[in-house]
């Protein structure tokens, strides 16, 4: 069993948990996600790890109330317990892979999307560790739906833009990334994008527009977890690929987005598959 330590609303339907979960914690690295359940009766939902703590035993999930599963895991209480909490799965982000000489020389762009700020966080928060201070955007469609700003700020640079103009910047991600490459005169070596797929898709073209490696999570397809089920199938490159197995991470400019899109849209009306019900994994 798997005890909340402590929950908290961090915008409307969008809920973050603290989970007792030490063997998950001491393995847990940026990009990866883990399986949770909330009873013998739930379904396997595939969520990712949004903070990991080895020291308390303790992983960070973030989940967007959508569908009947993650309505009824955002139902549960602090003291309560989740029967299974499997993981980590997934590859880490591929920024651990890089030697420290190399890592320290990259300027990296983050662009996160609605809920996608919660597994843009460890990754920037990595980086944090490693004396790296990575530029955040962060989006929204108006300023009430923010989460995760303050701790972003802790350990990046944040900009933040909202579709309405209640804060920030008046405008969406994409726009956001003109201004600061095309106007501000700022210079990347990659970008990575965690959000809503139609936001990956158009900000993965405008880093196209300026020359600049994109990395995208595909997570909000994930059903199964596992590859089994293969309703997290993608091309990548002109290559069949398995979100949970290969990925969860891709080079955004070989991402099959439209085909990835009329997958997604497949299980849209079924709340059992959906995999908006695992937003929040959750990428927006």
Not at 194 to 199: D, L
Not at 235 to 255: A, M, Q, R, Y
Request: charged share 25%; glycine share 10%; hydrophobic share 35%.
């Amino acid at each position: 069993m798997f005890e909340i330590l402590t929950k908290r609303e961090l915008a409307p339907n969008i809920v973050e948990m603290k989970v007792k979960a030490p063997a998950v914690a001491m393995s847990a690295k940026p990009g990866q996600f883990i399986i949770v359940r909330t009873d013998r009766y739930g379904e396997r939902i595939p969520l990712t790890i949004c903070d990991y703590d080895p020291k308390d035993g303790s992983v960070t999930i973030v989940t967007q109330s959508i569908g009947i599963s993650t309505c009824k895991i955002n139902s549960m209480d602090a003291g309560e317990c989740f029967d299974d909490f499997a993981g980590p799965l997934g590859n880490p982000s591929d920024l651990l892979e890089m030697a420290p000489e190399e890592l320290k020389k990259q300027k990296i762009l983050f662009v996160a999307g609605g809920v996608g700020t919660a597994p843009v966080y460890p990754q920037v928060k990595w980086l944090h560790e490693q004396g790296i201070e990575a530029d955040v955007i962060i989006g929204a469609k108006t300023k009430d739906l923010f989460t995760y700003v303050s701790e972003m700020k802790n350990v990046g640079n944040v900009y933040l833009c909202t579709d309405d103009g209640s804060e920030g910047f008046h405008g969406n991600v994409t726009l956001l990334m003109r201004d600061l490459i095309g106007n501000q005169g700022k210079k990347y070596d990659r970008c990575i994008i965690i959000g809503p797929m139609i936001m990956m898709k158009f900000a993965t073209l405008t880093a196209k527009e300026f020359g600049l490696p994109a990395i995208v999570s595909l997570n909000a397809l994930m059903v199964d977890g596992t590859g089994m089920c293969g309703a997290c199938r993608v091309s990548i490159g002109g290559e069949t690929k398995f979100t949970c197995v290969d990925g969860p991470e891709f080079d955004g400019h070989k991402v099959d987005f439209d085909e990835a899109m009329r997958r997604q849209n497949m299980y849209r009306n079924n709340p059992k598959t959906n995999p908006e019900t695992h937003k929040c994994e959750c990428h927006g």
